[in-house]
Each structure stands twice: as C-alpha cells, then as structure tokens.
T-cell receptor, first 115, second 115 residues
C-alpha cells in the first residue's frame, strides 16, 4: 500500500531562519508526483511546491525548495528566510501517475515561526 | 476564477439530523474530491469523481454517507443520520485530470459540528 510519513508532528523556527520538514513515502509505482501543501489557520489548503519523480532536479519556488532523494524515497521541504506568514500545517502528499488519481497524504507537520 | 466554492462554511446540527454539504468545482475541472479532516485521523479521502462518475468511494465511512455529482458544476455530500463522531472539517477539491500530475484545488471547507 502507498504511504506517506511525516515524522515531525510539530516544529518551530525563528523568523528569518531556515527550517526543513521531512517526508518519506512508499510506492511501488515508477512514475509519480509529490506535493507539499500548506494549511494556515484560515484552514485553506494551498499548494506550495510539486515534484515529478522522473525529474532529478529539485523543485524550487521562491523561498521554498525540496530535497528529493528518489532512492531513499525522501522528499523534504526547506523553507528559507522564514516569515511569520509561514506558520501553518504542512502536508506532504504523493500521487501515482496511473489511472488512480488519489493523493495519499501524510499526517502533517505543524510549523510555528516565532518573531 | 472564484475557486472551489463550498457551502455552508459552518454547520451545527443535532444528532440524527440530515446534513447536506455542497460544492461547486472550478469551471473546466473534471475531477472532484471530498475529504474529511480531523485531528485524530488527519485528511481522509472519502470519494472522488471523474467526469461526474464516482471512481473510488472506498473512503466513505458507512452507509450513512452518500455523495452525488449530478453535473460538472455541482456535488453534494450527505450524511443521514448524522452522529457526533461525524464532526470534522469537510473539504471539496477539484482538478483537471490528465496524464501528468493534476494539482488539486481546495475549497475553504465546511466545519460540521454534530451535537
């Protein structure tokens, strides 16, 4: 069965510093996609960054970047220059590229950015 | 684009009552997903539709839950009769399914409280 594991239920970081959220996944598929979603206190789910498994280059979106280690099935999210608005729950998710369009979700990491 | 629209935003009801949650996906999207989020179980996929057809309803907890998508622009999730353990935030998401990844866009959620 496909699974996604986020081993850090809670994390905190000082404003302007860098923090890394971990995610590991398990899938038997060769082609899949990985996502990080953010859920702030408003509870709106927002896509932060995506990675195609067939791409070796790590995805980057402004202050957000990933460290994708395919062999280790690891997909960590790095947030640079943390801002107060980054305070949120962060969810890692995996989608197989086949016919089944189900996203498999981790349980989330609660990140607090402290002033 | 207005994004995914859900109504109501909040619902408080008494045990045994029927509850209907509504969702309007983003225009042009052909996949629709219903999720339930709780502290204990995280984000759970209840059911998803492709082109208005239910594809996977294995996440529907029991017969008290039912979902319909009569057309491409509207879906409902119904709970009858409701129970206190159904209290959760229910999200609707939509996407445009294609051979590559399909980002899911989430609505603001409906917070359901069953007393």
């Amino acid at each position: 069965a496909q699974t996604v594991t986020q081993s850090q239920p809670e994390m905190s970081v000082q404003e302007a510093e860098t923090v890394t959220l971990s995610c590991t996944y398990d899938t038997s598929e060769s082609n899949y996609y990985l996502f990080w979603y953010k859920q702030p206190p408003s509870r709106q789910m927002i896509l932060v960054i995506r990675q195609e498994a067939y791409k070796q280059q790590n995805a980057t979106e402004n202050r957000f970047s990933v460290n994708f280690q395919k062999a280790a099935k690891s997909f960590s999210l790095k947030i640079s220059d943390s801002q107060l608005g980054d305070t949120a729950m962060y969810f890692c998710a995996c989608l197989n590229a086949g016919n089944n369009r189900k996203l498999i979700w981790g349980l989330g990491t609660s990140l607090a950015v402290n002033p | 684009d207005a994004g995914v629209i859900q109504s109501p935003r909040h619902e408080v009801t008494e045990m045994g009552q029927e509850v209907t949650l509504r969702c309007k996906p983003i225009s042009g999207h052909n996949s629709l997903f219903w999720y339930r989020q709780t502290m204990m179980r995280g984000l759970e996929l209840l059911i998803y539709f492709n082109n208005n057809v239910p594809i996977d309803d294995s996440g529907m907890p029991e017969d008290r839950f039912s979902a319909k998508m009569p057309n491409a622009s509207f879906s409902t999730l119904k709970i009858q009769p409701s129970e206190p353990r159904d209290s959760a935030v229910y999200f609707c998401a939509s996407s445009f399914a294609r051979t590559s990844y399909n980002e899911q866009f989430f609505g603001p959620g409906t917070r359901l409280t069953v007393l």
